[in-house]
């Protein structure tokens, strides 16, 4: 009986799957078929196949350029690639850098404050940005930060802090604290065990964190397109609003900008998924 | 190689108190052991030895060096752990370097340290491996050889064998008795199994309820247990305890501690008539009787076979008619049967007052 | 190995800091100039620029950007000297001090007047007109060799044309179209005269009217936006169009046309007259001190530059003293542009367009009589334009706060000075050496702004003008303004919308999440590292991206879901009418939630492969030994299992959605009539789509905050007690 079930299993199994699969690709095809597309159809299609394929808007976008002053010609799209990747990646190396301490303190100290602080950062994500953006582009003048991607990138990092703590400290708490008391019989400083043992141990779920941070600086526009004003410093997410005006949109420009944006992460994302499943399993995202 | 002296070691978390004013003193170069039931704080106490918790109350020595507030780098000591606690991201030889790395050993005492040792552990084919790669036995021999390889003064072990199978359990140690013999460090070894705590032991502290209840040779202390918790927790089958009253017809007759008969009662000290008092009495001290010439009779309820011995599970029988449930140990050859009963004679008997559980012995 | 790492962080680090700080260094010499242009507007202005004798720093800005980043550089010396702008936001930009006058004068006659008077306000010249837009009617002429004079003569082509063609492709829903025709009843969306609402009476009605009647006779589509209007008439389905110069550029040489003045409407022999947008070049306050600025602007409006714009990208200039174009459609759009009406820039102005927007699509939904969405129109605006509440006296607020923070400090002094409380403290340090710079980077960049907006919910006015309130906010709101407190758009019908939206949501995240979770983890699941990766992806792709395409699935007339209903059509020979997907609440909350689970669930599924990973294996087969079946072990032993460590990302979720902005956002954008707007997107809309009540939208997030800390705690006691 079980190899039968075991077939039937396995065929309902796949078929369920493969429905999601068509179901999370389907939007995304279109927006695919959109950057491919010469022209557009005016009868209603079910299958995102592009018409009249083409790769003007993908040339267009992707070999965007821009002259300077001096005469000289730059790869537009190539630098604005560059500074997205390098504001996420920063951002992600801030935010992690501070997190990770502060999420080791979470799950390994008992101090003045510790259930406040945690109930606090989770308080952070109750409140809607749009009352506190604002706020914060005052914070940023008087820190002399406004107009600057340092400036863009210490918000980032500061708004991925509180998820990565989360993130991290049940990640920290599921590592056997026996390991850093090894470590420090063996002779290591407390700080020590914990770089040495912990955070190699728990690379996993860092990598995780890591993408999350990186994504909330790669896929936001409001604060860079409120941020940054030289054109050599946009970011990607920028360029696209770019395309869409105040009369008309260029749809298809649009399209094809937003696949060479998902590429990068696509990549990542693939990369980190095996830890993924480990890095948000290990507890949960505790809060 | 130190010795290691606490006085009053005070320990609370927070409304509880897992220590009340603990007492050690281990000679240089012999092995300790903490036993006692799960919670009684021995692997409290452990740590505090080891600097992971700090003490509320009290001090600790090392030799003639006060280490109470010193951190665990700083007291020369290396610990192995229940769960080994090998780094999973780093090679067997990484691991047993680790320690020493730290220290800014150079490389070449380094290579020939982990070599020694992982020889003497029979783990050198293993050196490249992760720990993840080892079987149970391989691992503990790599947290062995983790606390070896650093030459400390003092070796802490945090019951290391319990994750093991009974067999490797057994083997292990004996050669953990054998490598302190070999290298004369002084060690302290928490367990709650009391063949561990025996045969290890050169001297054993039995812990309870945070405090030590008795400290001494193991030998000593299986004879003559401090209080009824110490008789009760030593030994197996435990000690049969009955609570009594003393008793005896006139002067110049024989005391006796209910129905148990007190055999030399110059051997304890505050007998008097009607005192309440526990009469301990070791299922190995029983032996069998001819019928009517007996102490005690038995009524045969369960028999286990144990090879030369026979564990003999009962009813003890009074005057009142069946009584307390009564564990004997017997030789072999003897058939016993469920349903029998049987009349035993007893070789020694253990008093402890009622109230304060402490031996009567003086 | 450490080492390498630590070298490679080290150099990873420094990178990063070169590369950050390399291209700030500009100089702060050049005249910086920013603009939303784009295609051949940028490329006419890039070309006049290079013919300035001077240094100019050009910024392309994206068009939904531009005004929050005058805003927010502007009024603190920032930004640029010179930029681009419609007419329409001169009367906010004044109000802010964005905008300063033109330190020079017009030459007399120079420029259209109309042009002038629509960058003048209050006597004073507060920008220099550039180009004029509006709309026009293009025509076909493979398809309609007549010139049509007369709307009615348009709509006669109908009968003529293919069927999936129509005789006028305009965006009928849209006020701004909406208003030309008005104006042929002799109505406007605003009364000028006394700066208030228009679009009422009987000339907005019969206006309403005529839409109505022609896109039930099939004249015109129902359902067009901009793109759909520049496709049908790129592709020769429509015989006559109406828009702005923008479709000109868009459609090359695609069909043969020419563009000619907005037909008349017989019902009143009045010609329909569009309004007319002007774009200037305004100058900052610091642009205004400098001369090289001036020396810019007049560069920039000089009729060499109205010639260069002309040939690039023909538009149409606000000059008028060049010949006229002998370009056929910049002189229509000339011509157009004379009889055009200038867009009010006043703050009632921009109040008008929310409310009238919602009154034309819910009356050609047919909802409701034009009457009545008229009159509702009316109370919205009139709901905007409510007289700010008055100023309150702060003292008591402020002793009340003095005395309580007094009381606090007090009791964390005392609480300090206890022995325990000190030892504790003491003990804390070690901790707190690792927690700082997590507490200064989250308590200045995240919890000081959110003080501060949270403060602001107890002001109101302008922006750079606000004056305390006390609770008035929370009391306008929570008392729904006067209005019965279940009409639409109340605070509480929002938040049983927001509550229905995020259980929605989450149940079907959770559903489908924990769903494929279990089933991806079958032993009997082939490639499995594949699908995985197929199913994160919508988690991948931007969020903006891939709301937008949703909602192009959800068209009415073109989407891909009316393409499955017509396949199935075909298939089954059955006969499904497409779905108006945003003309009921139901459907178009449906619509939002379909994008929103498709965005939520691979978040859900792979914290459910995570937990599934730790549920021992030994437990599973203990209870198939004791006779279990499948379901029972799933629903007995795993799903108990696996709960806890959900929760937490429920959690977040649950908040996460709650807040769910961009969603309800771009996909249904609150339609019908803002009933699926969520307390996020209301927040968003006073804060920035009416007149900027940041107080108002202040006092709305702190309401939501409220409530998510609340329930949040409710839940965490009831489940503690659960466990207890």
Not at chain 1, 92 to 114: D, H, L, M, N, Q
Not at chain 3, 138 to 161: H, R
């Amino acid at each position: 009986m079980t190899r039968r079930a075991d077939l039937l299993e396995a065929i309902a199994a796949h078929a369920v799957v493969i429905l999601a699969v068509c179901f999370s690709l389907y939007p995304i095809l279109w927006v695919v078929s959109l950057a491919f597309s010469g022209s557009t159809s005016l009868e209603p299609q079910v299958l995102p196949i592009p018409i009249e394929p083409t790769l003007e808007p993908m040339r267009e976008v992707v070999g965007a350029t821009r002259i300077e002053p001096d005469g000289s010609e730059i790869w537009l799209f190539g630098r604005q690639l560059l500074n997205s990747v390098v504001v996420s990646i920063a951002t992600a190396v801030v935010g992690i850098s501070v997190a990770i301490p502060t999420a080791y303190a979470f799950a390994r100290f008992e101090f003045v404050g510790r259930r406040e602080g945690m109930r606090l950062l989770l308080a952070t994500q109750m409140f809607p940005a749009v009352a506190s953006a604002v706020p914060l582009f005052m914070i940023l003048e008087a820190l002399e930060l406004l107009n600057t991607r340092t400036g863009l990138v210490l918000c980032y990092a500061s708004t991925s802090v509180p998820f990565a703590v989360f993130q991290l400290r049940s990640a920290f708490e599921a590592i056997p604290i026996d390991l850093e008391e090894a470590a420090m019989v063996d002779g290591a400083t407390r700080f020590e065990a914990f770089v040495r043992v912990v955070l190699p141990v728990a690379r996993p779920a860092i990598a995780v964190t890591f993408l999350f941070a990186f994504m909330t600086a790669y896929n936001e526009f409001i604060l860079a397109a409120t941020l940054l004003d030289d054109e050599r410093a946009f970011t990607l997410p920028v360029v696209l609003q770019r395309f869409i005006g105040e009369y008309d949109a260029r749809w298809d420009l649009f399209a094809a900008g937003a696949i060479v944006v998902s590429l990068p992460v696509m990549l990542l994302f693939y990369q980190v998924q095996r830890h993924m499943v480990a890095g948000l399993g290990a507890g949960g995202v505790k809060g | 190689m130190v010795s290691v002296q606490a006085k009053q070691l005070i320990k609370r978390f927070g409304e509880t108190t897992v220590l009340a004013g603990v007492d050690l003193d281990i000679p240089d170069g012999e092995f300790a052991v903490l036993v006692g039931p799960s919670g009684c704080g021995k692997s409290t106490l452990l740590r505090l030895l080891a600097g992971l918790e700090r003490v509320s109350a009290g001090t600790i020595q090392f030799g003639d060096r006060d280490v109470t507030t010193l951190e665990p780098r700083e007291r020369d000591i290396a610990m192995v752990f229940q769960s080994y606690a090998l780094y999973p991201h780093m090679s067997v030889r990484k691991n047993l370097e680790f320690g020493l790395r730290l220290r800014k050993t150079d490389a070449a005492t380094m290579t020939a340290r982990v070599e020694e040792v992982a020889k003497m552990l029979d783990i050198s084919h293993l050196l490249e491996r992760l720990p993840r790669a080892l079987s149970g036995g391989q691992r503990q021999r790599v947290a062995m050889g983790r606390a070896i390889v650093r030459r400390p003064a003092l070796f802490l072990f945090d019951e290391p064998l319990s994750n093991l199978d009974p067999a490797l359990r057994a083997q292990v140690r004996v050669e953990i008795r054998k490598l302190h013999d070999q290298l004369g460090v002084t060690s302290v070894y928490v367990t709650h199994d009391q063949v561990e705590a025996m045969t290890l032991a050169d001297v054993l502290f039995v812990l309870d309820g945070g405090e030590v209840q008795q400290r001494g040779r193991p030998i000593d202390i299986y004879r003559e247990p401090a209080n009824c918790f110490v008789a009760k927790f030593l030994g197996s089958p435990a000690m049969n305890l009955s609570p009594v009253e003393l008793r005896r017809e006139s002067p110049d007759q024989r005391w006796f501690a209910g129905q148990f008969p007190v055999a030399t009662p110059t051997a304890f000290a505050g007998l008097e008539t009607g005192r309440r008092v526990v009469a301990g009495v070791r299922p190995h001290d029983l032996v069998l009787a001819s019928e009517g010439a007996g102490d005690l009779e038995l009524d045969v309820e369960v028999v286990e076979t144990l090879g030369p011995e026979l564990t003999v599970h009962g009813t003890l029988r009074t005057q009142a008619g069946p009584g307390q449930a009564y564990v004997a140990v017997l030789p072999a050859e003897h058939r016993v049967t469920r349903g029998d009963t049987l009349a035993l004679k007893l070789e020694h008997l253990h008093l402890f007052d009622a109230d304060t559980k402490r031996t009567l012995r003086c | 190995m450490l080492r390498g790492v630590r070298a490679g962080l080290a150099g990873v680090v420094a990178l990063l800091a070169v590369l950050l700080t390399s291209a700030i260094a500009h100089a702060e010499r050049p005249v910086r100039l920013w603009h939303a242009y784009r295609g051949a507007e940028q490329q006419a202005l890039e070309e006049i620029i290079a013919s300035f004798d001077g240094e100019v720093e050009l910024l392309a800005v994206p068009y939904d950007a531009f005004a929050s980043k005058l805003e927010s550089t502007v009024p603190l010396g920032k930004g640029p000297h010179v930029y681009i702008d419609a007419h329409e936001r001169l009367g906010d930009f004044a109000e802010r001090g964005i905008v300063a006058a033109v330190p020079f004068e017009l030459e007399p006659g120079a420029y259209a007047s109309k042009a002038v008077a629509a960058v003048t306000i209050d006597g004073q010249l507060l920008a220099v007109p550039l180009s004029q837009k509006c709309l026009a009617l293009y025509i076909n002429t493979d398809l309609s060799t007549s010139a049509p004079a007369t709307l009615e003569q348009i709509a006669a082509l109908a009968p003529s044309l293919p069927s999936g063609s129509f005789a006028l492709a305009y965006e009928a829903r849209g006020a701004y179209a909406h208003a030309a025709v008005l104006a042929a009843f002799g109505g406007a969306l605003l009364d000028v005269e006394t700066d208030d609402f228009g679009f009422e009476g009987p000339a907005a009605a019969r206006s309403l009217e005529l839409v109505a009647s022609l896109i039930s006779t099939g004249v015109v589509p129902e359902d067009a936006d901009g793109a759909l209007v520049t496709n049908l008439f790129a592709a020769g389905q429509a015989a006559t169009a109406i828009s702005g110069p923008w479709l000109a550029a868009d459609l090359g040489d695609a069909v043969p046309y020419r563009v000619t003045l907005l037909p008349t409407i017989d019902a009143t022999g009045e010609r329909m007259r569009p309004l007319l947008t002007v774009e200037a070049v305004m100058l900052s306050p610091r642009g205004a001190a400098d001369p090289d600025a001036v020396r810019l602007v007049q560069h920039l409006t000089s009729p060499a530059a109205a010639q260069i714009r002309a040939r690039v990208a023909r538009s149409v200039s606000a000059r008028a003293d060049l010949p006229v174009s002998e370009d056929p459609v910049l002189a229509a759009f000339a011509a157009q542009a004379e009889l055009a009406e200038p867009t009010p820039s006043t703050a009632a102005m921009r109040a008008v367009w929310e409310p009238a927007n919602r009154a034309i699509r819910k009356f050609l939904r047919g909802d409701v009589s034009a009457d009545a969405a008229l009159a509702e129109a009316r109370r919205r605006f009139d709901d905007v334009r409510r007289p700010p509440p008055p100023p309150a006296e702060p003292t008591p607020v402020l002793i009340l706060l003095g005395s309580l923070s007094l009381f606090g400090a007090g009791l964390l002094v005392h609480r300090a000075r206890t022995r325990d409380g000190l030892a504790a403290i003491r003990r804390s340090l070690p901790a707190y050496r690792y927690v700082a710079l997590g507490v200064i980077a989250v308590g200045v960049l995240v919890i000081l702004p959110i003080l501060f907006g949270a403060g602001a919910a107890f002001f109101a006015g302008k922006p750079h003008d606000m004056y305390y309130v006390g609770l008035a906010n929370f009391r306008e709101i929570l008392t729904a303004r006067g209005a019965p407190l279940l009409s639409s758009g109340s605070f509480y019908v929002v938040l049983a919308v927001t509550v229905l939206w995020t259980v929605v949501n989450v149940a079907f995240h959770l559903g489908i999440g924990v769903a494929l979770g279990l089933v991806l983890s079958r032993p009997v699941m082939r490639l499995r590292g594949l699908y995985r990766v197929l199913l994160i992806v919508p988690w991948a792709v931007p969020s903006y991206v891939t709301a937008l395409a949703w909602r192009g699935m959800f068209h009415r007339q073109f989407g891909a879901i009316t393409g499955l209903i017509h396949a199935i059509n075909n298939l089954l020979g059955t006969n499904i009418e497409p779905i108006a997907w945003f003309a009921r609440f139901s459907t178009a909350f449906a619509a939002n939630v379909a994008t929103n689970v498709w965005l939520g669930f691979p978040f859900m599924m792979v914290v459910t492969l995570g937990a599934l990973a730790a549920v021992p294996k030994d437990v599973l087969e203990a209870a198939e030994v004791d006779g279990a079946s499948r379901w029972q072990r799933l629903s007995r032993v795993t799903l108990p299992i696996i709960a806890p460590s959900m929760i937490p990302a429920v959690t977040l979720g649950a908040i996460w959605t709650f807040n769910m902005f961009n969603v309800v956002f771009l996909v249904s954008g609150g339609d019908p009539d803002g009933t699926t707007d969520i307390l996020v997107s209301e927040a968003y809309r006073w804060a920035f789509t009416r007149e900027a009540q940041y107080g108002y939208a202040a006092a709305y997030a702190v309401l939501i905050f409220l409530l998510l800390l609340v329930t949040s705690r409710v839940t965490d006691r009831l489940m503690n007690r659960g466990k207890a």
